[in-house]
């Protein structure tokens, strides 16, 4: 399942991960090569990564081609936390045989998670993520606050920081009113088919779904739980590998400056927000 909770409150509020029975058999993992970047990316973390496509696969391909190397994607089921998953997929290698990575997208750029991890460097934030509300403008035509969620019927994600937020607001006064679904995007579709009120997820996903349907208005709600300002999404290498980093962040940079990055973006309906 999606986006278990994790083990800190800042992991919490700062990942959106998938978790899932298990990673890859060890066979399946791509064979090293020297001309090849080995990249992980999460499973079921739409529109970012998803069966091999989405954000984070398309900036993958777009990196290694900077660097003139052949991609190899490592999708990945993630760990019960974050630590996991640069153990897993960056440092060390699953127990399995599946990784490590040379670099892992989507890695949040928090001073406490660096501080857990002295094996690895994260580096190159790309993209700010942030919670939002998105509400049905039929169903609730206006919005002054959380009281206009009053009787409405909710969507989020199950075990997701949406659900976290939404099912203890108010010392738990909307319990009873939210709906979970596996993931956020079933949650999304049912709000355009009319049988929920509002959804609680990420602005991605919201962007990826909606496409900015002036009938699906969003709003950006004071939830204690959740950092105003959103946070940011960045890479991870093993703390050695100084001279990727140095690469993987110049093309980066080219990326942003020339407009390639807000163009990746853009193919899934997401707006990109700058660090």
């Not at 997929?89 to 490590?100: A, C």
């Not at 403008?137 to 009787?151: C, Y």
């Not at 355009?192 to 919201?206: F, H, M, N, P, W």
Request: aromatic share 6%.
């Amino acid at each position: 399942m999606r986006n278990r909770l994790r083990t800190t409150v800042s992991a919490l509020l700062l990942c959106a991960a998938a978790v899932h029975p298990g990673l890859l058999r060890a066979a399946d993992a791509p064979a090293a090569r020297a001309d090849t970047l080995k990249v992980a990316v999460y499973n079921e973390l739409a529109p970012f990564s998803d069966k091999g496509q989405g954000i984070d696969a398309d900036l993958a391909a777009a990196l290694a081609k900077k660097l003139g190397l052949t991609l190899s994607l490592l999708p990945f089921n993630a760990g019960d936390d974050l630590n996991d998953d640069l153990r897993n997929m960056v440092w060390k290698g699953h127990y399995l045989g599946y990784g490590p990575a040379d670099v892992m997208l989507h890695v949040p750029v928090d001073r406490m998670l660096m501080n857990a991890n002295p094996q690895v460097t994260i580096f190159a934030p790309y993209h700010v993520e942030s919670v939002r509300l998105v509400r049905s403008a039929h169903s609730i035509p206006s919005f002054d606050g959380v009281d206009a969620l009053a009787g409405k019927r909710i969507g989020v994600e199950k075990v997701s920081i949406s659900g976290m937020v939404m099912l203890g607001e108010g010392n738990g006064r909307f319990r009873d009113q939210v709906h979970i679904y596996p993931t956020a995007t079933e949650a999304l579709q049912q709000l355009k088919g009319g049988q929920l009120d509002a959804v609680l997820a990420t602005r991605s996903e919201i962007e990826s779904v909606l496409r900015g349907d002036p009938a699906f208005p969003v709003q950006d709600v004071p939830f204690e739980r959740l950092p105003r300002a959103g946070w940011a999404i960045g890479m991870a290498v093993k703390k050695d590998n100084v001279e990727l980093a140095r690469r993987l962040q110049a093309a980066l940079n080219e990326m942003a400056a020339d407009g390639e990055l807000k163009a990746v973006f853009a193919k899934y309906g997401v707006q990109v927000v700058k660090p």
